[in-house]
């Protein structure tokens, strides 16, 4: 049984730091020419109006997105600009900030007539809403498990092959259901990017996450981290996100490193990112 929805917690600080590794991905994937297929295997409803009653209720973006929307004018980093000015085409008024928009808008963004897009989504009302979404048709909606459905595209007709894994942690085997995922992934497709979000929790459950991933033989692992507040006495609650990415475009974690150390003063005093890399480099 399926609860997570991801409305509640549009445009949060986490959205912020996937969504931009995921924008910075795609745009270093977009200097070749040859095509690309994305894969989300955890899409979410595409678009998330902030005034709805869901999002409204936690408003989780005024920690997030919102700080940054207002600073925009003052924010000078590349990377950040191009993402805010991206950010703002999903504005029906490009200068209220009234929507947040989800990985498969981000992922819409990047696609060119010769790439392909396929969103997995297994909620059937996140499904519908996803349904609902204006999306290029070069981009398929798939209403089934991710993980299984990534495994069975295998492998794609594209040279190239972005995946991005976000699934909501709602059961803590899928922690290993991800490195298993991700371990066959790069058996069928050596080169392909692969992007996994996870969340910072007292019990430190994404541990199994990172030693399986470090464990299974693969040559290049970078990961970041977002610290909001630091983890102290709490017992629960996210304090933090991860993002890690498989095979990271060259120059990648630089950029990054730029853009976050403007993001993160704007989130609050606590608020820190670090980033290493796991495998490699
Ligand atoms: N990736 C989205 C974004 O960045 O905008 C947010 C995704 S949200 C964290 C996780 C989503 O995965 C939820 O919409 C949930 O319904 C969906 N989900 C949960 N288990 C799934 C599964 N096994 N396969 C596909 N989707 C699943």
Not at 79 to 99: C, F, I, R, V, Y
Not at 148 to 167: E, F, I, N, S, Y
């Amino acid at each position: 049984m399926l609860s997570y929805q991801h409305a509640y917690h549009a445009g949060n600080f986490a959205d912020v730091q996937k969504h931009l590794t995921l924008y910075a991905v795609a745009d270093y994937l977009l200097r070749k020419k040859t095509s690309v297929t994305y894969v989300d295997s955890h899409a979410g409803r595409g678009l998330y109006p902030l005034t709805t009653k869901e999002t409204q209720r936690l408003q989780e973006y005024r920690e997030g997105v919102e700080p940054l929307w207002q600073a925009r004018q003052q924010l000078t980093d590349p990377l950040l600009d191009g993402w805010l000015n991206t950010l703002a085409k999903a504005q029906p008024s490009e200068e209220t900030l009234s929507h947040y928009p989800g990985s498969p808008w981000w992922l819409a963004q990047a696609l060119r007539p010769h790439d392909h897009l396929r969103l997995f989504e297994l909620h059937p009302g996140e499904h519908e809403h996803l349904s609902a979404q204006a999306l290029p048709t070069q981009a398929r909606r798939i209403y089934g498990d991710g993980l299984a459905g990534t495994k069975q595209l295998l492998p794609v007709a594209t040279p190239r092959l972005c995946v991005l894994m976000d699934p909501s942690y709602e059961r803590k085997t899928e922690y290993q259901e991800v490195v298993e995922a991700v371990a066959y992934t790069l058996e069928k497709a050596r080169h392909a990017v692969v992007l996994i979000w996870y969340p910072l929790l007292p019990a430190e459950h994404h541990a199994a996450l990172l030693n399986g991933l470090t464990g299974s033989g693969i040559r290049k692992i970078w990961h970041s981290e977002l610290l909001l507040r630091d983890a102290g006495e709490r017992t629960h609650g996210m304090y933090g996100s991860g993002m890690v990415v498989i095979n990271p475009p060259w120059g990648l974690d630089e950029r990054l490193e730029a853009a976050m150390s403007q993001v993160t003063p704007l989130l609050g005093s606590e608020s820190r990112y670090r980033a290493k890399w796991l495998v490699g480099e």
